[in-house]
Nanobody, 124 residues
Framework: QVQLVESGGGLVQAGGSLRLSCAAS????????MGWFRQAPGKEREFVAT????????RYADSVKGRFTISRDNAKNTVYLQMNSLKPEDTAVYYC?????????????????WGQGTQVTVSS
């Protein structure tokens, strides 16, 4: 089992920044690829970013590319999502997810463990 706890969400003005953290416990974190997803009210959950086991490979949704950065610190069992130049359309609940195996994915059905989510609200 892997337990994931997100933090760092909040209310920010458009153009501002937030850094989300996801602390993992349980199964070996460094063996797992990680992902961030988000779900806005009335919408389907969507992929945001993913990172492989070592942190050497990342992938982003087109909507966040160039603004968001995913990273991980295996010594701290933590994955981060740095969000810059935030827009009102980034408003959503953001979820951290862990996937068995070293390679990341944009497909949420491939993830085995999920955090409880953290709310990000961007005001215009």
């Amino acid at each position: 089992q892997v337990q994931l706890v997100e933090s760092g969400g909040g209310l920010v003005q458009a153009g501002g920044s937030l850094r989300l953290s996801c602390a993992a416990s349980g199964r070996t974190f460094s063996d797992s690829a990680m992902g961030w997803f988000r779900q806005a009210p009335g919408k389907e959950r969507e992929f945001v970013a993913t990172i492989n086991w070592s942190g050497g490979r990342t992938r982003y949704a087109d909507s966040v590319k160039g603004r968001f950065t995913i990273s991980r610190d295996n010594a701290k069992n933590t994955v981060y999502l740095q969000m810059n130049s935030l827009k009102p359309e980034d408003t959503a609940v953001y979820y951290c997810a862990a996937k068995r195996g070293p390679y990341g994915s944009s497909d949420d059905s491939e993830y085995d463990y999920w955090g409880q989510g953290t709310q990000v609200t961007v005001s215009s």
